[in-house]
């Protein structure tokens, strides 16, 4: 299974219902690793889920970590289409439970604010010496959804939630500078240390 770590926009409603809006995927974009998505790419996951004919794409945290619980689900996604920006996305926390109800503490405080899509490409190009577009060395055309993950270090810095609608706040309250510079710190930090394992 292949993870692909997107720019996306969140918001975490702060009602009951532990509801969340995001972007998974946005098309265009180039990540860390050299792919592109293409718009279309996630059109018969969605269809296959929609129509009953496979399962929704499991709600993770940290793409199911090593831990015995790691691949127990913190929520169900309700909702997936592709619009001209990329994976639209609606899900709900499972916020009755320890793990849902601290995820989602945790998005309103904008500590952990990624997402990112674990799939099997099913279609895809490559492309000569990163000439793809936006310089991408693989555009995909087809992935199949397994698990879309809350993570805390996405490996595109731009993959953060851009704020935050409170019950106590009529607008979305922009997530405090000084947090996005410590995540941007911290993901650059994670990613040396990664690449250093290699």
């Not at 009602?15 to 265009?28: A, H």
């Amino acid at each position: 299974m292949e993870y692909f770590y997107a720019p996306f926009e969140c918001k975490a409603d702060n009602t009951s219902d532990g509801t969340i809006f995001g972007y998974g995927s946005i098309f265009g974009n180039v990540d860390s690793y050299g792919d592109i998505v293409a718009p279309g790419a996630f059109a018969k996951t969605i269809n296959d889920a929609k129509s009953g004919a496979k399962s929704w794409p499991a709600m993770l945290l940290q793409h199911g970590d090593d831990t015995a619980d790691g691949k127990m689900p913190v929520g169900i996604w309700t909702d997936m289409s592709e619009d001209s920006k990329g994976l639209r996305l609606t899900g709900k926390l499972a916020i009755n439970t320890e793990r849902g109800k601290d995820v989602h503490e945790l998005l309103k405080l904008g500590a952990l604010n990624g997402l990112s899509i674990g799939f099997r490409c099913t279609d895809y190009e490559m492309h000569k010496a990163n000439t793809g577009p936006n310089g991408a060395r693989r555009t995909i055309k087809a992935a199949s959804l397994v698990e879309i993950s809350i993570v805390t270090h996405p490996s595109n810095l731009k993959a953060r939630v851009l704020s935050v609608k409170s019950e106590r706040d009529a607008e979305p309250k922009p997530v405090d500078e000084n947090a996005w510079k410590r995540f941007a710190w911290e993901s650059f930090e994670a990613t040396r240390r990664l690449a250093e394992k290699r």
